[in-house]
């Protein structure tokens, strides 16, 4: 098989990066014709099976970025690193709303609403999933963590295609230290921002308790610009007087937040730790950052100055508590987590051509009438998980747990219109209680010192229910529908991991994934949409091996795998803007993954990633279900690619660096507004690089970047507008990836004895 990385109009951004490259090789060569013997890749270790292991042993496809890397390369968002992962492919257009509509997509396993636990993809903040959508701060992380396949052995029922954990970073009783962060830039077609942060970790008594702190500020300025005034519809007109304007920067992303943490470790109870933690991020917008009609376009034109916003606050509170005794460990884990987010959409082209026209006796006259269309989230949740982990003497170790999960959301979507009484038009409001109660078990046996085989299981009951109001004149009058759903999984794993020998490791592993299903609930003058739909699940089966070659300088990390899909969920979007969820029969992925961590000189450290996936429908259902056999899931490109790349060198004022990162994402469908049989919608392949030179002078660390170098406007999705495409289906909006961004960033690091 024969990978093709770009098209060649694609090519200048990788041979620039190539040559970046080559010319530190050659540098380095010059300067030293010799290596360093000792200068070998440190050892990465991660929880991805819920124990400390080396990223080389554990026998699962799992990509681990260090806090120090994402320090390095200044991600600082999901966007930043994601781009990095093998078979990871995110966007929006899940759902409706900026805020609550991101997806994240492994190994082709996409679709679902997040909002009820429908999701394919788990998200973690250490131990506990939170909402997919949610984006928390890269801040003083210990790393980030991507497993891919089927998790839901050990981390539940919305992890078919995979989990990704955010792991923090423990407050250290033996150190007093500090770190400052700031950062100057400009953003193409926007202007000036900056990015604020710091974190302070303060001893408090020696060995036994630490407190952390982190915060942050940071603002990006708008990089679209809002015109109104101006009759976008045929046969209408704007209000008499109304005078025509614009407005620049719309779309700010401001931000602030948060993180305290403490540890203490008793001397009293040798082996028990505690660890409180509470985390808060507040993010809002002036307005949507969507592009109309294209990726390309950055005017949105209104009829009237009708303000769109954003607004998302979230909290996290932990307490974690592990004893360690000579057999194993025990953890306590209990969090819980708020969420308040609001999208404010101008509805005002829709909701007069369409619904003044067909709701109202007689019609409004074709004159626009401003009516702002909100959706709001209020969203709280509790999580409890007890484990143990065991550390025998012997052939046999085990993980056994239980989890619990309740959580409450109140989801509401407006349109106001304005007419004779002031009535509002319509409103959406929707309480719904979720439930979900697991217990699992996994067994490693070790007959033989290079052979170990594991087998795990979980049973999970989940449980909700929710009651749907509609109410408002386009409605007439007070509906409500009440649905519930129950429903018993159990989700096996089996893996046969060989060591070769201590540089060299080979497995195979079988796992199943499950996601609940539910029912539909829709208003009456949607027509068909309401009913039940089925849970659907995967079996997953993969074999992969990881070598550390050339004296420690070469780790790599290789895995291929097939995917058996069956009864999938997916996201359909009705003419009358609700979303409902269908079984679309059967599909299949499959695909392959590489990754190569390199030294091969002094001062050069390098990653390479490399995922190729196809994923498409195989079967369908009687009926006409949109879907057809052939089609390309939602939102999956075939090919992803990474390489990021550091060289540092010593000089007569301090260590010199350039760092470079270039990421590919190969063309995708979407169908999340245009369906199958239209041909949905192409998300071309797009490819972002990112430079960073600088110095590190003992405590102090300088650097200019620039950020996606080439101003690429990379097409995350189309989003689900809650109104603007019922007037005009042609008049898409798109989620981009942030334009060139130049900037100085200074750093200060200390540490105490």
């Known amino acids: 098989m024969r990978i093709r990385l770009a098209a060649p109009a694609k090519r200048k951004e990788l041979t620039f990066l190539a040559a970046a490259i080559c010319t530190a090789l050659r540098a380095s060569a010059a300067a030293d014709a010799t290596t360093d013997d000792n200068q070998a890749l440190e050892s990465i270790t991660v929880t991805a099976q819920r124990r400390s292991e080396s990223i080389q042993e554990v026998p699962l496809s799992v990509t681990a970025i260090s806090g120090e890397t994402l320090e390095k390369f200044d991600d600082l968002s999901f966007a930043d690193y994601a781009h990095t992962i093998p078979n990871l492919s995110f966007g929006t257009g899940s759902d409706f709303g900026v805020t609550n509509g991101r997806t994240i997509t492994i190994r082709g396993i996409t679709g679902g609403r997040f909002r009820y636990g429908l999701a394919t993809t788990s998200f973690y903040i250490d131990d506990t ?21 089927p998790q839901g052995t050990l981390f539940g029922s919305s992890a078919m295609g995979g989990t990704v954990r955010v792991i923090t970073k423990p407050a250290d009783s033996n150190a007093l230290a500090a770190n400052f962060d700031a950062q100057a830039f400009d953003i193409n077609h ?63 992303d401001q931000e602030y937040g948060g993180m305290l943490t403490l540890t203490y470790t008793p001397a009293a109870v040798p082996g028990l730790t505690v660890t409180p933690m509470a985390i808060y991020q507040s993010t809002r917008s002036n307005g949507l950052p969507l592009s109309d009609f294209s990726p390309d376009d950055l005017v949105q034109v209104r009829p009237l100055n ?9 909290s996290f509170e932990g307490l974690t508590a592990k004893y360690k005794a000579d057999f194993g460990t025990f953890i306590s884990s209990s969090t819980g987590f708020h969420r308040k987010s609001l999208d404010n959409e101008d509805g005002t082209e829709a909701t007069v051509t369409i619904f003044g026209q067909n709701y109202l006796t007689p019609p409004l006259p074709p004159v626009y009438t401003a009516a702002p269309a909100p959706s709001f989230l209020d969203f709280t949740e509790f999580t409890q998980e007890i484990r143990f982990e065991s550390a025998f003497d012997g052939p046999v170790q085990t993980i056994v747990g239980g989890y619990y999960n309740t959580a409450t959301s109140q989801t509401g979507q407006d349109i106001t219109i304005p007419y004779e009484d002031g009535q509002p038009g319509y409103i959406q409001e929707v309480p719904h209680v979720s439930r979900e109660i697991a217990e699992f078990a996994d067994l490693t046996y070790t007959p033989i010192a290079p052979l170990e085989i594991s087998a795990g299981v979980r049973t999970t009951e989940v449980r909700f229910h929710q009651l749907d109001y509609w109410y408002g004149w386009i409605n007439e009058g007070l509906e409500d529908v009440f649905i519930s759903h129950s429903e018993h999984a159990v989700t096996p794993r089996y893996t046969i991991k060989y060591q070769i020998d201590p540089d060299a490791m080979v497995y195979t592993s079988a796992a199943k994934g499950f996601r609940n299903g539910g029912a539909n609930a829709v208003p009456a003058y949607c027509g068909a949409g309401a009913g039940q739909f089925k849970s659907d699940s995967i079996w997953s089966y993969e074999v992969g091996a990881k070598n550390t070659l050339f004296d420690g300088r070469v780790n790599t990390r290789a895995a291929a795998y ?39 000189l002094r001062g050069l450290n390098m990653t390479l990633g490399v995922g190729y996936d196809n994923a498409h429908i195989t079967s369908v259902p009687a009926g006409d279900t949109g879907f057809v056999v052939g089609q390309e899931l939602n939102g999956v490109p075939k090919l992803t690619a990474s390489i990021l790349g550091e060289y540092a060198r010593p000089t007569s004022f301090g260590e010199a660096f350039v760092r470079g990162q270039y990421s590919f994402t190969g063309r995708s469908v979407s169908y999340s507004v245009v369906p199958v049989q239209d041909g949905g919608r192409v998300r071309e392949q797009y490819a972002l690089t990112d430079l960073h030179f600088g110095s590190l002078i003992g405590t102090w660390e300088t650097s200019l970047f620039v950020k996606n170098l080439f101003d690429v406007r990379g097409n995350l999705g189309d989003e689900q507008s809650e109104t603007s495409e019922l007037q005009n289906p042609l008049r898409p909006r798109y989620m981009i990836t942030q334009p060139r961004t130049i900037g100085l960033e200074v750093r200060w690091r200390f540490k105490g004895q």
């Open 129 to 149: 999933p939170v909402p997919l959508s949610l984006d928390p701060r890269v801040l003083d992380l210990q790393r980030i963590e991507v497993l891919r396949g």
């Open 190 to 252: 926007g202007g000036a921002g900056y990015d604020l942060s710091g974190t302070v970790n303060l001893p408090l008594i020696p060995d036994q308790m630490a407190l952390k702190f982190s915060a942050y500020s940071s603002y990006k300025p708008g990089i679209y610009t809002r015109e109104w005034g101006v009759a976008t519809t045929p046969g209408y007109t704007v209000p008499a007087g109304t005078v025509a304007g614009s407005e620049s920067h719309i779309g700010t």
């Open 306 to 314: 009708v303000a769109e916003s954003t607004l998302d606050d979230w």
């Open 562 to 600: 097939r995917i058996y899909w069956s009864n999938i969920q997916q996201s359909i979007l009705l003419q009358c803007t609700y979303s409902v969820t269908e079984n679309a029969g059967a599909a299949t992925s499959t695909g392959v993954e590489l990754e190569a961590d390199l030294a091969p």
